[in-house]
């Protein structure tokens, strides 16, 4: 794969954008999954996800980096990745504890947490494994994504999410392959990642009761 590909595929399917990726599934691309009192809340919900999952993240990132405690935004080394992973950790838990507060005082749905949980579970525990070892975090997200879609479609018989499955799926091929083409990972290193996002994801969202 040409690097400058590999490089967009990268950026494009980076792990912090997925969360926001997946609420925008749930919310445009199988609306009846989730249920939202209005569009407006939607889009709310949707820019709360961006900004917390994705703003905040980088925005603390580039300190680190200003700050020299990080040589780059890619985290190429495994030690570098374990400051960075936890604070995005206790970011992304803050956020699902915000959706939690959100599901008793407006009723929100309580499936939008449970998306949340998983993913912060996923993230939990590529930190703690990012201690011992160096997996892809970006294919540990997609894959998540994969799994967390495929148990919602299982669960909820909402086989619309068929044709999002599909393009996940290819999606994946591509992260997978990029990541291998720039060198960032071994083979061992996305296998691992895919399989702890995948199976993750897909047994919290298809077992867990809400």
Same mark, same amino acid.
């Given at each position: 794969?040409?690097?400058?590909?590999?490089?967009?595929?990268? =950026?494009?399917?980076?792990?912090?954008?997925?969360?926001?990726?997946?609420?925008?599934?749930?919310?445009?691309?199988?609306?009846? =999954?989730?249920?939202?009192?209005?569009?407006?809340? !939607?889009?709310?919900? +949707?820019?709360?996800?961006?900004?917390?999952?994705?703003?905040?993240?980088?925005?603390?990132?580039?300190?680190?980096? !200003?700050?020299?405690?990080?040589?780059?935004?890619?985290?190429?080394?495994?030690?570098? !990745?374990? +400051?960075?992973?936890?604070?995005?950790?206790?970011?992304?838990?803050?956020?699902?504890? +915000?959706?939690?507060?959100?599901?008793?005082?407006?009723?929100?749905?309580?499936?939008?947490? =449970?998306?949340?949980?998983?993913?912060?579970?996923?993230?939990?525990?590529?930190?703690?494994?990012?201690?011992?070892?160096?997996?892809?975090?970006?294919?540990?997200?997609?894959?998540?994504?994969?799994?967390?879609?495929?148990?919602?479609?299982?669960?909820?018989?909402?086989?619309?999410?068929?044709?999002?499955?599909?393009?996940?799926?290819?999606?994946?091929?591509?992260?997978?392959?990029? !990541?291998?083409?720039?060198?960032?990972?071994?083979?061992?290193?996305?296998?691992?990642?895919?399989?702890?996002?995948?199976?993750?994801?897909?047994?919290?969202?298809?077992?867990?009761?809400?």
């Amino acid at each position: 794969m040409p690097q400058r590909l590999a490089f967009t595929i990268s =950026l494009i399917f980076h792990p912090l954008l997925l969360p926001t990726l997946i609420m925008g599934l749930m919310f445009f691309i199988s609306p009846n =999954l989730v249920v939202v009192a209005s569009k407006k809340g !939607r889009w709310l919900l +949707l820019e709360m996800t961006f900004l917390l999952t994705f703003s905040v993240p980088v925005l603390i990132m580039i300190i680190l980096r !200003r700050l020299q405690v990080i040589s780059s935004l890619s985290l190429p080394s495994r030690q570098e !990745r374990r +400051l960075p992973f936890a604070i995005i950790c206790t970011i992304y838990v803050a956020t699902a504890y +915000l959706f939690y507060i959100l599901t008793q005082k407006i009723y929100l749905d309580e499936k939008i947490l =449970l998306v949340f949980g998983s993913i912060c579970f996923s993230l939990f525990l590529l930190t703690v494994v990012t201690f011992f070892y160096k997996i892809s975090a970006h294919n540990l997200a997609i894959a998540g994504v994969f799994g967390g879609m495929l148990a919602m479609a299982l669960r909820y018989q909402e086989y619309v999410l068929g044709f999002p499955l599909a393009i996940t799926a290819i999606i994946w091929g591509a992260v997978a392959s990029a !990541r291998l083409s720039m060198k960032a990972h071994s083979w061992k290193e996305v296998l691992w990642g895919s399989l702890l996002g995948f199976w993750t994801n897909f047994l919290i969202i298809l077992l867990w009761k809400v």
